[in-house]
């Protein structure tokens, strides 16, 4: 141990398995090279993570496929493994809910994660979900158990807590950003991931790395007091997935 992570001991991550990254090179708004890639996975494996779940987008505006995604993971494992880095890497995505998540849906051409088959899906940030109640059974239905990313992030669930406990009811769990806890993206967004976590919402965390920028806020969130409120009133289940 370095004398670096002996001072800062208490800075590290409290889990082992981070859910949600885009650590895959230039598929998506992640990674952007090989390099940065390494870079980033590197910085998390400092922290203390044991397994990454990398979660590349798919969206209209990053029209991955599966293909595409297990190509690039097993490229990134071939170089994780030249370069000697002893961390484990596996792949999902985060399907963006549109008429196209559908589609996959009803081919099951899903990537998931863990026995469960957690599937990772977000919103739009704007505009609320037509129909999510038939979108959660129609993920159900098909097999899957549906985890919604960052749910503190979607404006119109912002007016208190009702909306956030309907949609739990529905069967959905939550995954909340670290990087919300350090007002990484607004004063309103960490006041929703707080209210998460105080009423004991929250079902995985996640680093949602895509950047430099991101891993150094991370690093911040772990000393923060609402980082270990997360684990006193939350069952957090990223390390079921080891
Ligand atoms: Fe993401």
């Given amino acids: 141990m370095s004398l670096f992570h002996f001072f800062n001991k208490n800075r590290q991550t409290l889990v082992d398995v981070d859910i949600h990254s885009h650590l895959i090179p230039a598929i998506d708004d ?15 494996k400092e922290m203390g993570y044991k397994k990454l779940i990398t979660t590349p987008h798919i969206s209209d505006m990053f029209p991955n496929t599966s ?10 494992k071939v170089e994780l ?3 000697e880095i002893d961390i484990e890497i596996e792949v999902a995505a985060e399907y963006y809910a549109d008429d196209h998540f559908e589609e ?3 081919k099951r051409d899903i990537l998931t994660f863990g026995k469960e088959k957690y599937l990772l899906f977000e919103l739009s940030y704007f505009t609320p979900p037509k129909d999510l109640e038939s979108l959660v059974n129609d993920i159900k239905l098909a097999g899957y158990t549906p985890v919604l990313a960052h749910p503190e992030r979607y404006l119109y669930f912002h007016d208190g807590i009702d909306d956030y406990i309907n949609v739990k009811s529905m069967g959905v769990l939550f995954q ?3 990087n919300s ?8 967004v960490t006041k929703i991931a707080k209210q998460l976590i105080l009423y004991g919402l929250v079902d995985f965390i996640g680093s949602d790395t895509h950047h430099r920028r991101h891993t150094k806020f991370l690093k911040e969130s772990f000393s923060h007091a609402l980082y270990q409120k997360v684990f006193k009133n ?3 289940l990223n390390d079921t997935l080891l």
Wanted: charge should be neutral; hydrophobic fraction near 45%.
């Fill in 176 to 178: 909340i950003n670290l």
């Fill in 81 to 83: 493994a030249k370069r």
């Fill in 67 to 76: 293909t595409i995604i297990l190509e690039g993971y097993k490229a990134l």
């Fill in 234 to 236: 939350n069952t957090i």
């Fill in 104 to 106: 996959l849906l009803s």
């Fill in 181 to 188: 806890i350090v007002n990484y993206y607004s004063d309103e």
């Fill in 30 to 44: 992640g990674a952007k090279n090989i390099e940065r890639s390494i870079e980033l996975i590197l910085s998390l």
